[in-house]
């Protein structure tokens, strides 16, 4: 399985940006897709995750409210819109992937990065 996040940029806050993250290889019931995010000298954070039945989505406290997760089966596409940017949202932001809906598993399959800055 291979990830690809795209769509980051420059925003100026408040405003929205929209990341894509394609997965390719098999994905089926129990495939949750990940988002993370790691802001210049911190450590990496979660921001949310989709499991690809749809049964779940679910946000960090951090962004609940302003981001949410769609997808695209037919392009096994996985969308982060992020909606009311704020400059602390500044990171790279991956997308990740696992064979399990449980949350505290840990995600093996990452792609790269994509850069969003947010200025004030």
């Known amino acids: 399985v291979q990830l690809q996040a795209s769509g980051g940029g420059l925003v100026q806050a408040g405003g929205f940006l929209r990341l894509s993250c394609v997965v390719s290889g098999r994905t089926f019931g129990s495939w949750t897709t990940g988002w993370f995010r790691r802001a210049p000298g911190k450590e990496r954070e979660f921001v949310g995750a989709n499991t690809w039945n749809g049964g779940s989505t679910y946000f960090s406290d951090a962004v609940k409210g302003r981001f949410t997760i769609s997808k695209d089966n037919a392009r096994n596409t996985v969308y982060l819109q992020m909606n009311n940017l704020k400059p602390e949202d500044t990171a790279v932001y991956y997308c990740?992937?696992?064979?399990?809906?449980?949350?505290?598993?840990?995600?093996?399959?990452w792609g790269q990065g994509t850069e969003v800055t947010v200025s004030s």
């Open positions: 990740a992937g696992k064979y399990t809906t449980i949350r505290d598993e840990e995600y093996p399959f």
